[in-house]
């Protein structure tokens, strides 16, 4: 017996929430651009799109064209308010992934005030008003004091995704009183969808429940405690192990979404929202290294250039304010209006006085949470629901919704012109600028292949102190020969990277075939590998909450294939130790043609070490090498800057200088007024990065040379007379004869220099 075969969406259906949504998005985003060409926030035209396009002005003008394409059958309205729900799920996602838990924290108790007093007061003045609204404004012989209930809940709730859009399109969702705000808002809206629960039951059955209430409470409770504890956790650990088996922010933002839905699917279940729970997983990922900005900038990018603006467009399609041409409504709705407006300013403004905050910090809280936007089109929708509110009702309401979140920019940003940024402020926005534009900050995961040579020894070492402050993951990856290959099955070679276990300080070892490169001794090649990853872990000495993996690799398609495979898998540095470094010409390749091939090849930035000595005549490097003066030459390109990052680093876990020095090659064609123009901004680069590595906490100092020597030259005398333990330079990759070539003078510099150098190829 075969189940009953659902039939797919109607032709005509399907026709329609394409139109529907082309319509949506065109007329959002043109809008939405116009506004901003005005200096006003894209979401006030992405809101106005739907009253455009809505029973407001097309179903006015041309009734006929709006049924046509926006039909009254509900189960079409339903295939366009589930894409709804999904932007305003994203947009939810995205305003917790710009939320600052700590900068909450610590203004927890203002936050808590601003919202209790922004709530109470305007649900005090919208329950003293909907007792006086005439009766004909209450649906049926409707009970006053419910419906009173009821007004005084819609005008109380504040729209915490409108108010984080108007914040980002200003560019001010960083600063302290956005995320107050915003803090304020979160707390605001659970508050406000506990009154609904409460009020919509009360409508339902007649009967104040207030076992329903504590159990709402509670629920809220048990969420919020479980997600910022066990959550979080389980969270970080899932998006660590997606990343690493898979890679890519598309996995990552797989998880994100699925989180999303699934917390959200919870919430609602428990009477909480959907929304809370997905608000809730944008939190919890803000605080994953591993889902990093660019990943979130994707996600940006998709949220507010699609699903955000069809959402509010949406919202708009709901409301008639044609309604609003009776005078009898005209008149109840702009007091309506002004009690919403008044109540939630007055509230806010006095919460944020009563914290200690300035007095254009309160008009700013109180400008931000009057705009009330979808959720209260939810919660009038709600009421004409349950049959509390009459069609006329719910017009005011939802003009008033509109009318809020259309005033809350213009008057957010008034207001944001008088608040003074502090000086903490100012140093807190200025780090992170810092922070997201950052090349070390962006480093979350490296690839180390080894075979043990003395400079993948001291690679390890230099990790050591590139690891030693950061959540960075350490993969080091030994590389097998044929032997290893040939003694591993096939089946076992497909099992690679699935089998993995976690040793007893809390990091990771994965062999081929599921064996532990910590217990495998059936051959002599796992015993080599034994050894060689043991050597590199105790070079890198990582801390105890630092994860490291130990990975066997059996050699497929060659040393490059093998390396460049397991590099594709998501990681953001790869670091290699070259090993028999040729001194030939600079026609000859300048390392090994496998690591040659690999510098030439890798998707991502490239470490390459060299520790300065012959290889053959040492095996191993010391536990702990000198590493007091480092040399970083500069010539401020941005792979200069980055190699400037990697130096400060470690300097400032060393406790090293950093010596950063521009060369200027003098010529005879060069006057004096040349010269000293080309010196002046020689010093203005090395300023600049000595700027950089104070602010990194680095000992630095600087230095201009002019010299009739090659720079190249005058860095290997400079390094050899002020005795520097390494030199660590930024170079890119210029294609010369098919091979990797990163320009004659880092060659020389690698090919001639007596002590260990480090060069970053990041461009």
């Given at each position: 017996m075969t189940g009953e075969v659902i039939e797919p969406l109607g032709h005509h259906e399907l026709l329609l929430v394409f139109v529907q949504l082309f319509l949506l998005l065109v007329t959002a985003r043109i809008l939405g651009e116009?506004?901003?060409?005005?200096?006003?926030?894209?979401?006030?035209?992405?809101?106005?799109?739907?009253?455009?396009?809505?029973?407001?002005?097309?179903?006015?003008?041309?009734?006929?064209?709006?049924?046509?394409?926006?039909?009254t059958d509900p189960a079409q309205f339903h295939l366009l308010e589930i894409i709804s729900w999904l932007g305003l799920t994203m947009l939810l996602i995205l305003t917790g992934l710009e939320t600052d838990v700590r900068l909450i924290a610590r203004e927890a108790r203002a936050a808590a005030l601003v919202s209790l007093t922004?709530?109470?007061?305007?649900?005090?003045?919208?329950?003293?008003?909907?007792?006086?609204?005439?009766?004909?404004?209450?649906?049926?012989?409707?009970?006053?004091?419910?419906?009173?209930l009821f007004v005084a809940t819609a005008l109380s709730i504040s729209a915490l995704p409108v108010i984080a859009k108007v914040l980002m399109d200003m560019d001010v969702i960083r600063r302290d009183i956005s995320q107050l705000t915003l803090a304020a808002g979160m707390i605001n809206d659970t508050l406000g969808w506990i009154l609904l629960a409460v009020v919509a039951g009360l409508a339902r059955s007649g009967v104040l429940d207030f076992g329903v209430v504590a159990e709402t409470v509670v629920a809220l409770l048990a969420v919020l405690g479980l997600a910022f504890t066990v959550g979080q956790r389980?969270?970080?650990?899932?998006?660590?192990?997606?990343d690493t088996a898979v890679g890519g922010e598309a996995a990552k933002l797989s998880v994100l979404m699925a989180l999303a839905f699934g917390v959200g699917a919870v919430t609602h279940a428990l009477g909480l929202e959907a929304v809370l729970g997905a608000f809730l997983v944008g939190v919890l990922f803000s605080r994953i290294k591993r889902f990093d900005r660019a990943t979130e900038h994707t996600f940006e990018v998709v949220t507010l250039g699609v699903f955000a603006p069809i959402f509010f467009g949406i919202a708009g399609l709901r409301v008639d304010l044609t309604?609003?041409?009776?005078?009898?409504?005209?008149?109840?709705?702009?007091?309506?209006?002004?009690?919403?407006?008044?109540?939630?300013?007055?509230?806010?403004?006095?919460g944020a006085r009563l914290a200690g905050l300035s007095t254009w910090e309160g008009v700013t809280m109180g400008a931000g949470l009057n705009a009330r936007g979808a959720m209260e089109i939810i919660v009038a929708t709600i009421g004409l629901g349950v049959g509390v509110l009459t069609v006329e009702m719910y017009s005011i309401i939802v003009m008033v919704a509109l009318v809020t979140s259309i005033m809350a920019p213009p008057l957010l940003r008034w207001a944001f012109d008088h608040v003074e940024v502090s000086d903490s402020e100012r140093e807190r926005l200025e780090r992170e600028q810092r922070q997201a534009h950052s090349f070390v900050e962006n480093i979350h995961r490296i690839l180390l292949p080894t075979r043990c040579s003395v400079d993948t020894q001291y690679a390890a070492q230099l990790l050591r102190y590139l690891i030693r402050d950061r959540e960075i993951e350490v993969t080091n990856m030994y590389v097998g020969d044929d032997e290893h290959r040939r003694s591993t099955s096939t089946l076992a070679r497909l099992r690679y990277g699935v089998r993995a276990r976690l040793t007893s300080d809390g990091n990771e070892t994965i062999a081929d075939g599921g064996l532990s490169a910590k217990t495998a001794t059936?051959?002599?090649?796992?015993?080599?590998?034994?050894?060689?990853?043991?050597?590199?872990?105790?070079?890198?000495?990582?801390?105890?909450?630092?994860?490291?993996?130990?990975?066997?690799?059996?050699?497929?398609?060659?040393?490059?294939?093998t390396v460049l495979s397991e590099a594709e898998r998501g990681y953001d540095l790869l670091v290699i130790g070259t090993a028999d470094r040729p001194r030939g010409t600079a026609a000859e390749p300048l390392f090994s043609t496998d690591i040659d091939h690999i510098?030439?090849?890798?998707?991502?930035?490239?470490?390459?070490?060299?520790?300065?000595?012959?290889?053959?005549?040492?095996?191993?490097?010391?536990?702990?090498p000198e590493l007091d003066r480092i040399l970083l030459p500069t010539v401020g390109t941005e792979y200069s800057r980055h190699a400037a990052e990697i130096a400060f680093?470690?300097?400032?876990?060393?406790?090293?200088?950093?010596?950063?020095?521009?060369?200027?090659?003098?010529?005879?064609?060069l006057t004096a007024a040349n010269d000293d123009g080309t010196i002046e901004i020689g010093e203005k680069i090395v300023d600049r990065e000595a700027d950089l590595g104070r602010e990194l906490g680095a000992q630095v100092r600087t230095r201009v040379l002019v010299s009739d020597r090659a720079p190249e030259t005058e860095i290997l005398s400079l390094a050899a007379e002020n005795d520097d333990d390494l030199i660590i330079l930024g170079s890119n990759l210029r294609p010369l004869s098919g091979r990797a070539f990163f320009g004659h003078r880092v060659e020389h510099i690698v090919q001639h220099a007596d002590r260990p150098v480090a060069v970053l190829v990041s461009a």
């Amino acid at each position: 017996m075969t189940g009953e075969v659902i039939e797919p969406l109607g032709h005509h259906e399907l026709l329609l929430v394409f139109v529907q949504l082309f319509l949506l998005l065109v007329t959002a985003r043109i809008l939405g651009e116009l506004a901003m060409r005005i200096d006003l926030p894209a979401v006030i035209g992405e809101l106005l799109a739907g009253i455009l396009l809505g029973p407001s002005l097309l179903g006015a003008v041309a009734p006929g064209v709006f049924s046509a394409v926006f039909p009254t059958d509900p189960a079409q309205f339903h295939l366009l308010e589930i894409i709804s729900w999904l932007g305003l799920t994203m947009l939810l996602i995205l305003t917790g992934l710009e939320t600052d838990v700590r900068l909450i924290a610590r203004e927890a108790r203002a936050a808590a005030l601003v919202s209790l007093t922004g709530i109470a007061v305007p649900f005090a003045f919208g329950f003293g008003i909907a007792l006086v609204l005439p009766q004909t404004f209450l649906a049926g012989s409707g009970d006053r004091l419910v419906f009173s209930l009821f007004v005084a809940t819609a005008l109380s709730i504040s729209a915490l995704p409108v108010i984080a859009k108007v914040l980002m399109d200003m560019d001010v969702i960083r600063r302290d009183i956005s995320q107050l705000t915003l803090a304020a808002g979160m707390i605001n809206d659970t508050l406000g969808w506990i009154l609904l629960a409460v009020v919509a039951g009360l409508a339902r059955s007649g009967v104040l429940d207030f076992g329903v209430v504590a159990e709402t409470v509670v629920a809220l409770l048990a969420v919020l405690g479980l997600a910022f504890t066990v959550g979080q956790r389980a969270a970080a650990r899932l998006v660590r192990f997606v990343d690493t088996a898979v890679g890519g922010e598309a996995a990552k933002l797989s998880v994100l979404m699925a989180l999303a839905f699934g917390v959200g699917a919870v919430t609602h279940a428990l009477g909480l929202e959907a929304v809370l729970g997905a608000f809730l997983v944008g939190v919890l990922f803000s605080r994953i290294k591993r889902f990093d900005r660019a990943t979130e900038h994707t996600f940006e990018v998709v949220t507010l250039g699609v699903f955000a603006p069809i959402f509010f467009g949406i919202a708009g399609l709901r409301v008639d304010l044609t309604a609003m041409l009776d005078p009898v409504v005209a008149i109840a709705g702009a007091a309506v209006l002004a009690v919403a407006v008044a109540g939630k300013f007055v509230g806010s403004y006095v919460g944020a006085r009563l914290a200690g905050l300035s007095t254009w910090e309160g008009v700013t809280m109180g400008a931000g949470l009057n705009a009330r936007g979808a959720m209260e089109i939810i919660v009038a929708t709600i009421g004409l629901g349950v049959g509390v509110l009459t069609v006329e009702m719910y017009s005011i309401i939802v003009m008033v919704a509109l009318v809020t979140s259309i005033m809350a920019p213009p008057l957010l940003r008034w207001a944001f012109d008088h608040v003074e940024v502090s000086d903490s402020e100012r140093e807190r926005l200025e780090r992170e600028q810092r922070q997201a534009h950052s090349f070390v900050e962006n480093i979350h995961r490296i690839l180390l292949p080894t075979r043990c040579s003395v400079d993948t020894q001291y690679a390890a070492q230099l990790l050591r102190y590139l690891i030693r402050d950061r959540e960075i993951e350490v993969t080091n990856m030994y590389v097998g020969d044929d032997e290893h290959r040939r003694s591993t099955s096939t089946l076992a070679r497909l099992r690679y990277g699935v089998r993995a276990r976690l040793t007893s300080d809390g990091n990771e070892t994965i062999a081929d075939g599921g064996l532990s490169a910590k217990t495998a001794t059936d051959t002599t090649v796992d015993e080599d590998a034994n050894r060689c990853l043991d050597l590199i872990r105790f070079h890198e000495n990582p801390p105890r909450d630092r994860r490291v993996r130990d990975i066997v690799h059996p050699i497929e398609g060659g040393v490059t294939g093998t390396v460049l495979s397991e590099a594709e898998r998501g990681y953001d540095l790869l670091v290699i130790g070259t090993a028999d470094r040729p001194r030939g010409t600079a026609a000859e390749p300048l390392f090994s043609t496998d690591i040659d091939h690999i510098i030439q090849e890798a998707s991502c930035p490239i470490m390459v070490v060299t520790a300065g000595f012959d290889g053959e005549s040492q095996t191993t490097v010391r536990d702990d090498p000198e590493l007091d003066r480092i040399l970083l030459p500069t010539v401020g390109t941005e792979y200069s800057r980055h190699a400037a990052e990697i130096a400060f680093t470690i300097a400032r876990n060393r406790n090293a200088l950093v010596e950063i020095v521009h060369i200027v090659e003098r010529s005879d064609e060069l006057t004096a007024a040349n010269d000293d123009g080309t010196i002046e901004i020689g010093e203005k680069i090395v300023d600049r990065e000595a700027d950089l590595g104070r602010e990194l906490g680095a000992q630095v100092r600087t230095r201009v040379l002019v010299s009739d020597r090659a720079p190249e030259t005058e860095i290997l005398s400079l390094a050899a007379e002020n005795d520097d333990d390494l030199i660590i330079l930024g170079s890119n990759l210029r294609p010369l004869s098919g091979r990797a070539f990163f320009g004659h003078r880092v060659e020389h510099i690698v090919q001639h220099a007596d002590r260990p150098v480090a060069v970053l190829v990041s461009a």
